[in-house]
């Protein structure tokens, strides 16, 4: 029986590289998408023409209806769930906290906060021992914006990430017993697009060098921490975040 994976926004950057190794390692793959069916359709492709099994999900999973009907489509069309890489987010333009309004908060904490809190209930749901389930693993991709505050940039995006590191401590403590690990990456400068979110598409560019390695980092190199984690290799961690900022 192969294992089953949901990658929340598997369509593009950490997601889709996640998507491939995940895929590379044998797991049958939800690619979830909200917006870009290109990127989802162009990565299930690849998967296929490597022999493995991949399926594009698009739904918004800030919401409960977008993520009731991807877990649905993924109990029907994949088989038993047994991992969650809960990867979505967003940012917004770069600017000072006293610029922010109601409304750009509220679009930050419903992507980044309610929907690794939807998807991973309707994980627990299907893979905790309490309902039946055979176990599984959830790994939620934060940010090291969550100990840097992200000053004159993005202090919400930050904060967002801040609930996610307390969410996975939360989490895996509460189903530690019910045969599911929770674990957290939480990622440094990344060659994707989500800086252009912010106004700055060059800022891994930008900031790269300063760093003490000396580079921004590969979604690549996200996905096998992710995938450790995943993994029986990691079977005794739970609670665990890994920072992979190339020492940021
Ligand atoms: P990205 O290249 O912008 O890709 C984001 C993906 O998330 C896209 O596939 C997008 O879908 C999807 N998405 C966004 N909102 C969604 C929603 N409501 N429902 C479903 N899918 C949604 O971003 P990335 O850099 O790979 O970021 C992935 C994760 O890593 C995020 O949580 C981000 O905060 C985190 N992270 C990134 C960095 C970095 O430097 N890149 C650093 C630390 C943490 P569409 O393709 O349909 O638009």
Sequence with gaps: MSEVVVVTGGGRGIGAATARLAAARGYAVCVNYRS?????????????AAGGTALAVRADVSGTAGVERLFATVDAELGVLTALVNNAGVLE???????????RLERIWTANITGPFLCAGAAVRRMSTRYGGKGGAIVNVSSAASRLGSPNEYVDYAASKGA???????????VAGEGIRVNAVRPGLIHTDIHALGGEPGRVDRLGPGLPM??????????????????PASSYATGAILDLAGGR
């Excluded at 870009?36 to 359709?41: K, W």
């Excluded at 770069?94 to 610029?99: A, T």
């Excluded at 996610?164 to 509460?174: N, W, Y």
């Design 164 to 174: 996610v590191d307390s969410m996975t401590r939360g989490l895996a403590l509460e």
């Design 214 to 231: 000396g580079r921004g980092g590969r979604p690549e190199e996200i996905a096998e921490a992710i995938l450790f984690l995943l993994s």
């Design 36 to 48: 870009d069916e290109a990127s989802a359709a162009a990565v299930v492709a690849e998967i296929e």
């Design 93 to 103: 333009r770069q600017c000072r906290l006293d610029e922010l309004d109601e409304a």
